[in-house]
């Protein structure tokens, strides 16, 4: 017996939501590679094993910032580079190494994607302030970042292939059940 309406398991590469979270699942992936790239078992205290951003990334996160900062244009970012990030440049290793992690794991498992895709907004437009003089092509590429987590985040892009749609069907009245400016 033949039903004429779809399966609820059966993937149509025809519907934008699914090639919506293609997209969301990809960049998500460039944003987790952080686990391996910024992030070790570190011990807290001297001896509480933790993950954080591992010491090779706390060591070289300061010669890149300083390399950012030296031909940087923007002289209220240059400033914020040299006077603040490098400063605390333990503190922002870890903020970025988490940051890129969380908004990762956010976007791969569609789990609170609008957040993830507000932190992912956030940390594309600092790199790229940070970076865009180095090179077009650097340039390009938070251009590209940029608009893609304006477009997760309008779309809705949890909905699809990820925890964000089990969160609505359970609890319909949460938040990430609204419509946005609705």
């Known amino acids: 017996m033949t039903s004429s309406s779809p399966s609820p398991t059966r993937v149509d590469m ?40 591992s010491p090779r990334w706390v060591a070289t996160m300061p010669d890149l910032v300083t390399k950012q900062a030296a031909q940087n244009p923007l002289l209220w970012y240059k400033g914020f580079l040299e006077q603040t990030v490098l400063t605390h440049s333990a503190l922002f290793a870890q903020f970025t190494a988490w940051g890129e992690v969380l908004v ?7 789990c609170l ?16 302030l940070a970076s865009a003089h180095m090179s077009s092509a650097a340039l390009g590429f ?8 304006v477009v ?26 609204r419509r946005p400016f609705s």
Not at 154 to 171: E, H, K, P, T
């Open 14 to 53: 025809a519907n934008p939501s699914q090639w919506l979270a293609v997209l969301r699942i990809v960049v998500g992936i460039w944003f987790v590679k952080a686990l391996w790239s910024k992030m070790a078992f570190v011990l807290l205290g001297g001896f509480f094993p933790f993950i954080g951003a």
């Open 104 to 110: 990762g794991l956010s976007l791969v498992l569609g």
């Open 113 to 128: 994607a609008g957040l993830g895709a507000l932190g992912g907004l956030w940390l594309s437009v600092n790199y790229g």
């Open 142 to 149: 938070h251009y590209m970042l940029v608009i893609c987590m």
């Open 152 to 177: 997760l985040f309008f779309a809705r892009s949890g909905r699809a292939w990820g925890l964000d749609a089990w969160i609505v069907w359970r609890w319909p009245g949460s938040l990430l059940a």
